[in-house]
């Protein structure tokens, strides 16, 4: 039996509280932003407006939001403090769609919006508009109210994107749908200019999940042309292994700069790996593994594997350690392998299952040994460990063979050819394919 997912009318989120899941409140949700899309498509909705209590508006993405119910929005409290600021591609829901004046398509007739639902897409984290509240006539408060009625997104018209145009919103909306490494041969294709302002238009998120499938060339490129704040937030919003690396192409003064504006947890994993040679375990790896303490449950370990940002390489398997939980932990004491967490109880604790005859790699692991490691004991990912017994992160496959394949192999039509619809085909698409999920901004 399908499940329903509930609608949400924006005009009774207005005002509304934004707690973390601590339960303490990060501010008050001011409005929404929305992405419009080609035609009668609905749109998804980025991101919430808040306003904190210093007053400054922040961004916070959807991908944060855990909970819109009884009256408050629960997020997972890892928020941006910096200022918003509106985008060109991006429409505020309160600011620009509500009074607004439409038609519907099927009369032709002119309403006024009075309200918009939004809807949670099953099994996912995105949000889209799918209905319009509008009411019939000229409105306005001191005239007669006409009839009111609710409609779908599709049945009115004077939103959505032209479909002529060249502008970067009107490209933005022709990709939305390919994943990040299509995306990724599409850019690398536009020229300068083109690819600078599509760039300028991606949300964070959807950016750094591209920009760790470009070549090197390109990234340093669009990086350079970024605002130095934007540059750090999308530094941020990549793998540090991948923030790592592309840093390690800018010069000392650039490289210094940008880490002293991110976060200084998220600038302490990126220095940590660039402190170990490239192509060593210590370079390739991610400080972000799943990592679990000895007393969690197979259901913990379950859930922490459904997140839908992790790739399939680092939802395979969840290491076991003493605290702390971040990397670099307590002790490591093992991992369990996904399909054996499937085969126990929910209840079951991690420490009964786990691995200990599965040996670790060291940082200074050279790449040889981590590819002869990985084809010796048929895994996907292995997790470095430092002389103290602290795990620091773990090696996937798909790093390994970013730096096994020759140079060009980007160049080389290995990906084939992109065709969606409104878009163009992009041969021979200079991509690494990470299997990473594109949300948020």
């Not at 499940?3 to 339960?23: C, E, K, Q, W």
């Not at 897409?121 to 509240?133: C, M, N, T, Y």
């Not at 594997?305 to 990397?327: I, N």
């Not at 096994?404 to 878009?423: V, Y």
Request: charged share 30%; net charge negative; hydrophobic share 40%.
């Amino acid at each position: 039996m399908a499940v329903v997912t509930p609608r949400i009318f924006v005009s009774h989120l207005s005002g509304m509280a934004v707690f973390d899941p601590n339960g303490d409140q990060v501010g008050r949700l001011r409005d929404l932003v929305a992405l419009l899309r080609i035609g009668d498509r609905p749109p998804r909705l980025l991101g919430l407006v808040v306003e904190v209590i210093s007053r400054r508006r922040i961004f916070v993405p959807m991908t944060r939001v855990t909970g819109v119910e009884s009256g408050q929005i629960v997020t997972t409290g890892v928020v941006n403090m910096r200022r918003f600021e509106q985008r060109a591609s991006e429409t505020l829901v309160f600011g620009e769609l509500l009074d607004r004046r439409v038609r519907l398509v099927e009369t032709g007739e002119e309403v006024t919006v009075l309200d918009i639902g939004i809807i949670q897409l099953p099994a996912r984290r995105d949000w889209e508009i799918d209905k319009v509240f509008v009411r019939r006539g000229k409105g306005g408060a001191l005239r007669r109210k006409g009839e009111v009625l609710t409609v779908e997104w599709s049945a009115v018209t004077g939103f959505s994107l032209e479909e002529h145009g060249q502008g970067a919103e009107n490209l933005l909306a022709t990709f939305e749908q390919l994943r990040p490494a299509d995306l990724a041969g599409v850019l690398h294709h536009l020229s300068p200019k083109r690819r600078a302002e599509v760039a300028a238009a991606l949300d964070d998120d959807r950016l750094a999940d591209v920009m760790e499938e470009l070549p090197e060339d390109d990234q340093v490129e669009i990086i350079g042309k970024l605002k130095d704040e934007r540059a750090a937030d999308v530094l941020e919003a990549m793998d540090p292994d991948d923030a790592a690396d592309l840093l390690s192409e800018l010069s000392e003064e650039e490289k210094e700069r940008l880490l002293t504006l991110m976060r200084p947890e998220e600038a302490a994993d990126v220095r940590r790996l660039m402190s170990y040679e490239e192509r060593t375990a210590g370079g390739l790896m991610t400080t972000e593994p799943i990592v679990l303490r000895p007393d969690a449950t197979v259901a913990d370990a379950l859930a922490r594997v459904r997140d839908p940002d992790l790739s399939p390489a680092l939802a395979a398997q969840v290491y076991v350690c003493r605290p702390p939980d971040e990397t670099p932990t307590g002790k490591y004491l093992g991992l369990v392998h996904f399909q054996r967490l499937l085969r126990d109880p929910p209840f079951t604790l991690v420490s009964f299952i786990v691995d200990t005859d599965l040996p670790a790699l060291r940082p200074d692991t050279p790449l040889p040994e981590v590819t002869g490691y990985l084809a010796a004991y048929n895994m996907v990912a292995a997790p470095v460990v430092d002389e103290g017994g602290a795990l620091l992160g773990a090696v996937t496959v798909d790093d390994v063979l970013d730096h096994l394949l020759p140079d060009d192999w980007r160049e080389a039509g290995l990906h084939g050819r992109t065709d969606t619809a409104g878009a163009p085909g992009a041969a021979g698409a200079p991509v690494r394919s990470r299997g990473k999920t594109a949300d948020g901004r």
